[in-house]
Every structure is written in C-alpha cells, then in structure tokens.
C-alpha cells in the first residue's frame, strides 16, 4: 500500500514515516522543508534500512501535486503540512489561513480529482477551544481556539466534514494530538526547532545543553496542582504508532466513509513544573528557571479522554513520562544542532 505524507520530514511526520517503513507501507514523502531537514528522512532510511521516496514540493502547488498522483498509484494520504506556531500565527494569520486552510483545500481538490479518498489529518486537541470541559472527548463541539493556528484546524475538520457529506467515497480521519514530546530511541531523529523553540520540551533540552540561559515558566497561579499549566504528553513514536493504527482501521472498515475523529493522549495532565523535575532526573542537569506572568490565550489544564482510540484502534500511548525525557535528552545530547552537521 503507497501512502502520501505531506510535511512528512519534519518532526512528527518522520517518526510516522519511520513506523510506516517498519510496517511495510511503501511512502512518497512531499514536503517543502519550510520548517525541516532532508537530512530527517535520510536518517529514517538508515534507521529502517528502507527508503521513501522524497519530492520537494509545496501543498499549495496544484500543479507539482497533480504530477505526483499522476505518477503513482497512491491509496492514502496522511496530511502533517503544516505551519504551527501558535504565537506567530497571530501576527502573521494569513500565511496561517494561506498554508493550513487553503493548502490543505488543494490537496483535497488533487485527491479527488485522482479518486484517492483515504484521509488522515493532523489535528490537534485545541480544537476544542476555551468552551469544553476537562478530558476532552470527540462527542464534544468544536470549540473556538484562541488562535489563528487553532482556528485553522476547527476549518479544515469542517471542510473535511462538508466534504463527506458531498462525496459518499470520502474516508477522513481526524487525529487529534495533545502534546508529543520526545524522540526515536535512536537519538539520531527528533523535534529540530528553528531559533527559538516554541514549545516546552525543545526549550528546557536547550537550556539543559547550555545553548538558553534559563527557561520561562509563563504563570504559577493557575487553578493546578501546583500553580502551572498542565498538559497530556504524549512520545511522539506512540503518535506515530496511531497513525499506522489509523490507516489499519481504515483498511478494516472498508464499509465506512464519512469522517472520523480520535484523541490521541495519554489521558493524565502533567504540569511544567513536573515537567522540568523529570527532565532533570533524566538529564542529571539542573533546569535554571524564572516564572514569568501568564501568556494570553494559554488554558490552565487540558488532557484527553483517548478511551475511542483505544478500543477502536487498537492504540494506545504506552511509553512513560520518564522515557520521554532520557529520549528527548539523547537527542539534544547527540545532536545540538539538530539536523544540522
Ligand atoms: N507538534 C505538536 O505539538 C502538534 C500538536 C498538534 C498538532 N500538530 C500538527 O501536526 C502536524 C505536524 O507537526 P510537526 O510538529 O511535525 O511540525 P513540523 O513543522 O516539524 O512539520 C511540518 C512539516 O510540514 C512542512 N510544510 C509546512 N508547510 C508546507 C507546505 N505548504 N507544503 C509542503 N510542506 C509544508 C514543513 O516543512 C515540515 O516538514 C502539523 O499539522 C501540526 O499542526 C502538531
């Protein structure tokens, strides 16, 4: 079975691409390493001794995707392309709307036209917005996130939705992620951010190698545990792990269509603070820190309720808090400077 993966070279969608491998999907990688590395993909072909094939291209490029399916025989896409940091998303929305709206309406359009209907989206747990309660569950309305990020992917899961109900051939799946962290145990591929890291794990990696004075605690007073934000961690080859589950559960339903949604988490919270307490146990380095004031639009505690995916998929988040953190360090610790050598 061939498999498209958009963004398939950057953080996630490499881990996903080395599971693939491993389960014998063939891959096209498609990727315009606005945020990654080739070097991602040939690190995965060491690793699993087989290749994927790679184009450079982008998803808003119609005419290069046409080329593509034209080319090859393809039976699903899995769809990482992406922009995602949530803070620039709100200075620069229209690239925002530009990338993951309309990108991921030309990739659809390409689909269809080729008559390739097996979808699998990135999506993420923010679509559930400030309105919904603690764990989130796929029963809940979509909500409305506080970022320009957020929104973009409430409207591809509705243009997927609107897509279903036009087309009885559609089969959509939404993976909403809570929060990867961590890297293959390999410690030859994991999360590569240009300049500063927007996310938490990046961020005190850096400060453990000494390449960031201190790290940001944005906020001790929030209604938690102790005062931080909590979040649902998730390792990222787990991630990657549920996406192989997906396409399995695909291949298994072949009477369905329509569109899908699971939450892919672990199911706990864990706040910052037991975040840099871990990471310090893993590392053996002491993690400097200041508390900062709370950032806009941060919610106090989200986690996932991933019971759907576990009995439906088969899949489950099963590697340890603990794990993530020594995989994490190893990859800082063997790479300081990412994918560059
Ligand atoms: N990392 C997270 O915490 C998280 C959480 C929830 C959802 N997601 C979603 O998962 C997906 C993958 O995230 P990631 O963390 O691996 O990010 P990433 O930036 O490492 O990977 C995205 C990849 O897409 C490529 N890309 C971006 N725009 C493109 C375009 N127009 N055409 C072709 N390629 C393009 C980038 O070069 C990169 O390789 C994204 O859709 C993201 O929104 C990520």
Sequence with gaps: MKVLVTGGAGYIGSHTV???????????????????????????????????????????????????FQNSKIDAVIHFAALKAVGESAAIPLSYYQNNVYGSVCLLEIMQQHKVHDFIFSSSATVYGEENNVPYVETMKLGTPSSPYGASKVMVERILADLALSNNNFRGVSLRYFNPIGAHESGTIGEDPKGIPNNLLPYVAQVAVGKRDKLSIFGNDYPTKDGSCERDYLHVMDLAQGHVAALDWLNRHNEFSGVE?????????????????????????????????????????????????????????????????????????????????
């Design 261 to 341: 949604a699971f939450n892919l988490g672990t199911g706990n919270g864990v706040s910052v603070f037991s975040i840099v307490e871990a990471f310090e146990k893993a590392s053996g380095k002491k993690i400097p820190f200041e508390v900062s004031p709370r950032r806009a639009g941060d919610l106090a505690a989200f986690w996932a309720n991933a019971s759907k995916a576990n009995k439906e998929l088969n899949w489950q988040a099963n590697r340890s808090l603990a794990q993530m953190m020594t995989d994490t360090w190893r990859w800082q610790l063997n790479n300081p400077n990412g994918f560059l050598i």
């Design 18 to 68: 080395l599971s693939l491998l491993e389960n014998n999907y063939d891959v096209i990688v498609y990727d315009n390493l606005v945020n990654s590395s080739i070097e991602s993909i040939d690190r995965v072909e060491k690793l699993t001794g087989k290749t994927a094939a790679f184009i450079e291209g982008d998803i808003c490029d119609k005419k290069k995707l046409s080329q593509v």
